[in-house]
Protein backbone atom coordinates (compact mmCIF):
# COMPACT_ATOMS: atom_id res chain seq x y z
CA UNK A 1 0.00 0.00 0.00
CA UNK A 2 1.12 3.20 -0.58
CA UNK A 3 2.90 5.76 1.65
CA UNK A 4 2.05 9.01 1.46
CA UNK A 5 3.83 12.07 3.57
CA UNK A 6 1.79 14.86 5.06
CA UNK A 7 2.33 18.39 7.04
CA UNK A 8 0.28 19.96 9.59
CA UNK A 9 -0.21 23.40 8.89
CA UNK A 10 -0.97 24.15 12.66
CA UNK A 11 1.47 22.44 14.52
CA UNK A 12 4.23 21.94 11.59
CA UNK A 13 4.83 18.01 12.48
CA UNK A 14 5.27 15.99 9.45
CA UNK A 15 3.68 12.39 8.73
CA UNK A 16 3.29 9.43 6.56
CA UNK A 17 -0.26 7.80 5.77
CA UNK A 18 -0.56 4.70 4.05
CA UNK A 19 -3.99 4.47 2.20
CA UNK A 20 -4.55 3.00 -1.36
CA UNK A 21 -3.82 5.08 -4.32
CA UNK A 22 -7.81 5.44 -4.97
CA UNK A 23 -7.51 8.07 -1.59
CA UNK A 24 -4.77 9.55 -2.26
CA UNK A 25 -6.27 13.00 -2.72
CA UNK A 26 -8.27 12.59 0.09
CA UNK A 27 -7.57 14.64 3.74
CA UNK A 28 -5.55 13.84 6.64
CA UNK A 29 -5.37 14.69 9.97
CA UNK A 30 -2.39 15.41 12.01
CA UNK A 31 -1.86 12.72 15.05
CA UNK A 32 -2.32 15.96 17.03
CA UNK A 33 -6.13 16.18 15.49
CA UNK A 34 -5.00 18.85 13.48
CA UNK A 35 -7.16 19.15 10.21
CA UNK A 36 -5.03 21.66 8.24
CA UNK A 37 -2.66 19.45 6.55
CA UNK A 38 -0.78 19.68 2.99
CA UNK A 39 0.30 16.62 1.15
CA UNK A 40 3.58 16.79 0.43
CA UNK A 41 5.68 15.63 -3.24
CA UNK A 42 7.41 12.72 -2.55
CA UNK A 43 10.39 11.37 -5.11
CA UNK A 44 10.50 8.16 -5.51
CA UNK A 45 13.70 5.88 -6.85
CA UNK A 46 12.64 2.94 -8.82
CA UNK A 47 15.38 0.92 -9.60
CA UNK A 48 15.88 -2.50 -11.44
CA UNK A 49 13.53 -4.28 -13.60
CA UNK A 50 11.73 -6.62 -11.37
CA UNK A 51 11.33 -4.58 -8.33
CA UNK A 52 13.30 -4.36 -5.53
CA UNK A 53 15.49 -7.49 -4.23
CA UNK A 54 15.75 -8.00 -7.85
CA UNK A 55 19.46 -8.14 -9.74
CA UNK A 56 19.86 -6.17 -12.82
CA UNK A 57 19.71 -7.97 -16.09
CA UNK A 58 21.52 -5.06 -17.84
CA UNK A 59 24.63 -5.69 -19.66
CA UNK A 60 27.51 -3.87 -18.11
CA UNK A 61 28.68 -0.76 -19.92
CA UNK A 62 31.48 -1.62 -22.02
CA UNK A 63 33.88 0.78 -24.57
CA UNK A 64 36.51 3.59 -24.32
CA UNK A 65 34.95 5.66 -21.17
CA UNK A 66 34.48 9.43 -21.60
CA UNK A 67 30.66 11.27 -22.11
CA UNK A 68 29.31 8.65 -24.29
CA UNK A 69 30.79 5.63 -23.15
CA UNK A 70 33.90 6.05 -25.80
CA UNK A 71 31.49 5.94 -29.15
CA UNK A 72 31.78 9.39 -30.46
CA UNK A 73 35.88 9.40 -30.03
CA UNK A 74 36.28 7.48 -33.43
Do not use: I, W
Amino acid sequence: MPRYEFRCRACGDTFEVNRPMADAGAPASCPQGHADTVKLLSAVAVTGRGGAGTPSTAPAPSGGGGCCGGGCCG
